[in-house]
């Protein structure tokens, strides 16, 4: 397997050939770009949901656990599972949490740190984090990736071993 | 070749994350434990005395009271330690030429206490006082442990503040009758009054035992 | 260069590569920008002058500082919310106008994380310092201990310490994750070996392929989304800290809402300041135009009358409460010994921000320059106010009695001043000043 790169000045340009390469029947296709590019589907909302719940009913927890069972401490004959003065701990474990969820769910969901892929490579990559949207085909068939590429107006093509 | 990594970085990036991780939680793991080690907290030490003193001997081998030695522990704070008179009752009858009982006999002679060496400390942030203990039912055994056993005095509770307040919080379970304070092999036993029994005979419970300033003072 | 007007556009029409190497360039230089030794020599000194003064402390205790009965709370407590609040400004603008879409906020948003992060590093050591043993700061956490206790969950000071807690990490977390493209880039423009290994370990493999950018885009709007609400329960805990206590002067219901406007107004002034600074000393006058001193000088006028609305309701309440204890502390404030700082305070914070309804003294750099740095210290005199004037006439007259800070008070609080400008400038020479790759998106809006 290989690994072609196209190099493309702009963002209209890279998707204008993505969607002829698609029709020229290429489908492991990645792109890359230096800013945030195509809406779609991430669990990351959800995973960060999830996390902060997970806090938000930790730190509830802990702290009726704490101090009804563990270190009942009476004050003023106030009743001891005072559950108002619980929420502002609650609530910022959840936060924590959330936030921590985010961050390192990305990561995960990423498969990071990855600091090496095949098509690092190729050294049109380089300016893929600057100024050039780079389309990578990984194909069996080099040579047609290559040709297409170079149709669709591709700045610069570069192949790479998979 | 463009690529600024080379494949194994990815394998390395995530040891070093991991160690790392590791590491920490180690670091953390171990800052927790350690405090609760015997070796930190200097229990089963035995701490070397002047004269190498058997409560094994005297206590479980002869049935010497403790309050022969110990004389004040039902009336003051202190449990007090024996003068060398005390010593001297038997010693200067048996075991009269004894090297180990020289600096028993230099102290008479020189009119100087022995120095004996602590093995129960607590803080001085902390008052204990061991007359109230006795008197509401706590045996000695419960802190010093089976004295009657030991060849040589040794630590064997941890008298960490939990240690206290495990008792403080729930004292029914630990304590005794009048008669077995004293007594370090005592066992309940079927005919032993209940704990909330022993806790109305000994009116303990009328008050908040873990208010701070019963220790603090 | 023209002068900053506010009819600026947002950025002045330049190529997504021209931007990325100026703004990559200014940590790659070999030889720092003129005047950044200038610069971080002083402020590095104070520094110096911040540890000398918390090792003395350490060997000392807190005997060296000015407190004593009644005003047993000094300058600790003051610096604490000073700073807490002015790294919440930098929060605010990254977090609450990326939410509202403001097209004004990308060039500025890394500048105001950045304050953030050394403002709540600043503002973290006060709270262990002020401690007795600080090297016990670790009680402060609930953790299973041999003495068998739990701190007082019900405390707004044990809420303060977790709000801390979770916003000195979030912030980093928040600010590293935002930074994340950014250090892909420096990783892909660095020429040796040395920065390209650095940032590429920093960027941990974000090379901008779409799943990637997919992912980023959603959960950076969801963690903005939670930060900006964050800034606001970690600075009404700060309130509440004061509040619940029965004090004369703090026992007040408006104090959450009220510092809160504290620390817009503050982080405003402090991110305005920096702005005008640093697009001055990284030549970002392309992408920082007359349009940003504008909008922010427009926010520290909105947030000084929401202050002067908060010192209006400051005396209502205390005299339509009418309880003795507090008119006689509230007169204290307005006519007694401290009287002087508070007036300070009304004037720094919303007397002469009101300049700032004249268009074009918004740009004016040197007057703009002079408010701020007003509206810094009137916050300060603010916290004094709060803090050392409230205290020192309590219920009891027979406790009545009067503050100073002393030399070691006042070397801290210049210590930790040196400290967030010398961590400020070291930052800037290694991470971008300016969020590239959101600034790319800037650009494209205006072609």
């Not at chain 2, 802190?143 to 008298?159: E, N, T, Y």
């Not at chain 3, 650095?198 to 930060?227: C, D, E, K, N, P």
């Not at chain 3, 926010?299 to 005396?315: E, I, N, P, R």
């Not at chain 3, 000043?433 to 072609?447: C, D, G, I, V």
Request: charge should be neutral.
């Amino acid at each position: 397997m290989r690994i072609v790169v196209g190099a493309f000045p702009d963002e209209t340009a890279m998707q204008a050939a993505l969607g002829r390469l698609r029709e020229a029947g290429f489908n492991a296709i990645e792109t890359y770009g230096p800013k945030p590019a195509g809406e779609g589907h991430s669990p990351l909302p959800l995973v960060i949901l999830a996390g902060g719940l997970f806090g938000a009913a930790l730190g509830f927890w802990w702290q009726t656990h704490e101090t009804v069972q563990a270190y009942p401490l009476d004050i003023g004959g106030r009743p001891l599972f005072s559950w108002p003065a619980y929420v502002p701990i609650a609530l910022e474990i959840g936060i924590l949490l959330a936030i921590a969820s985010g961050v390192f769910g990305f990561f995960v969901v990423n498969r990071m740190p990855r600091l090496w892929e095949p098509v690092d490579d190729a050294p049109a990559m380089r300016r893929a984090t600057s100024d050039r949207w780079c389309i990578a085909i990984t194909t069996e068939t080099p040579e047609q990736a290559r040709h297409a590429l170079w149709r669709f107006a591709a700045l610069e093509v570069d192949e790479v071993a998979a | 070749m463009a690529a600024i990594f080379p494949p194994e970085a990815n394998l390395a990036a995530k040891l070093v994350l991991l160690s790392l991780a590791g590491a920490i939680a180690a670091g953390i793991g171990w800052w927790w434990l350690f405090p609760r080690t015997d070796y930190a907290r200097h229990v089963d030490w035995t701490v070397q005395q002047p004269v190498p003193f058997s409560h094994q001997h005297h206590v479980g081998g002869l049935g010497i009271d403790c309050r022969f030695c110990h004389v004040t522990v039902e009336v003051s704070g202190n449990a007090g330690l024996p003068p060398t008179y005390t010593c001297m009752t038997c010693h200067s009858q048996i075991w009269t030429n004894a090297a180990l009982l020289a600096p028993v006999r230099q102290s008479l002679a020189d009119n100087v206490p022995i120095r004996w060496h602590r093995v129960t400390d607590l803080p001085d942030y902390v008052y204990f006082n061991h007359a109230i203990h006795v008197a509401k039912g706590v045996g000695c055994e419960s802190c010093h442990g089976a004295v009657a056993d030991m060849p040589l005095m040794r630590k064997v509770r941890s008298m960490t503040m939990s240690f206290c307040l495990d008792c403080h919080r729930d004292p029914a379970p630990h304590l005794r009758p009048a008669e077995a304070i004293f007594d370090t092999k005592w066992q309940r036993t079927p005919d032993t009054p209940s704990p909330a029994t022993l806790m109305a005979q000994y009116h303990v419970g009328g008050r908040n035992l873990t208010e701070c300033s019963i220790c603090h003072r | 260069m023209t002068r900053p007007s506010p009819g600026d556009p947002v950025a002045l029409s330049t190529s997504n590569e021209a931007m990325t190497a100026h703004v990559s360039a200014v940590p790659f230089r070999a030889q720092p920008f003129a005047h950044y030794w200038l610069a971080v020599a002083p402020f590095g000194a104070l520094t110096g002058v911040l540890l000398g003064s918390i090792l003395y402390l350490f060997y000392a205790g807190v005997g060296i500082w000015g407190i004593d009965w009644p005003v047993a709370w000094g300058f600790a407590l003051i610096n604490y919310v000073w700073w807490i609040a002015i790294a919440s400004g930098g929060t605010f603008i990254s977090a609450l106008f990326y939410l509202t879409r403001s097209e004004w906020r990308n060039a500025i948003n890394r500048i105001a994380e950045t304050m953030t992060l050394f403002g709540a590093a600043c503002a973290g050591i006060y709270p262990i310092l002020h401690l007795g043993r600080p090297w016990f700061f670790y009680w402060l956490f609930p953790y299973p201990n041999t003495m068998g206790l739990w701190p007082q969950f019900r405390s707004p000071l044990l809420w303060d310490f977790f709000a801390i807690l979770t916003y000195v990490t979030s912030s980093v977390l928040f600010w590293y994750f935002g930074l994340l493209p950014d250090l892909a880039t420096m990783r892909d423009r660095a020429t040796s070996r040395r920065w390209q290994v650095f940032y590429g370990a920093l960027a941990l493999g974000f090379r901008g392929s779409s799943t990637q950018w997919r992912h980023y885009h959603v959960t950076y709007g969801v963690l903005a989304a939670i930060m900006a609400p964050l800034v606001c329960s970690v600075h009404s805990i700060v309130g509440l800290d004061f509040a619940g206590a029965a004090t004369p002067g703090w026992h007040s219901t408006q104090f959450p809402p009220f510092f809160i406007f504290g620390a817009f107004l503050s982080g405003f002034a402090t991110v305005l300041l920096l702005v005008m600074a640093l697009r001055r000393l990284l030549n970002l006058q392309a992408w920082m135009t007359g349009r940003h001193l504008d909008v922010l000088c427009k926010l520290m006028l909105t947030s000084s009358l929401f202050v002067g609305y908060a010192y209006v309701m400051d005396g209502f309440t205390v005299f339509y409460g009418g309880e003795k204890a507090d008119i006689v502390n509230y007169t204290a404030r307005l006519f007694g010994y401290y009287a002087p700082v508070y007036w300070g305070a009304v004037l720094f914070n919303v007397m002469l921000p009101q300049l700032l309804w004249v268009r074009a003294l918004r740009v004016n750099q040197l007057l703009v320059t002079l408010l701020c740095c007003g509206v810094i210290v009137g916050m300060w005199f603010e916290r004094y106010t709060i803090v050392v004037i409230s205290l020192h006439r309590p219920h009891l007259p027979s406790a009545w009695g009067l503050y100073h800070g002393s030399l070691w008070d006042w070397l801290t609080l210049m210590g930790t001043a040196g400290l967030f400008v010398f961590g400020i400038l070291l930052a800037i020479r290694i991470i971008p000043a300016m969020s590239m790759f959101e600034m790319r998106e800037t650009l494209e809006q205006r072609r």
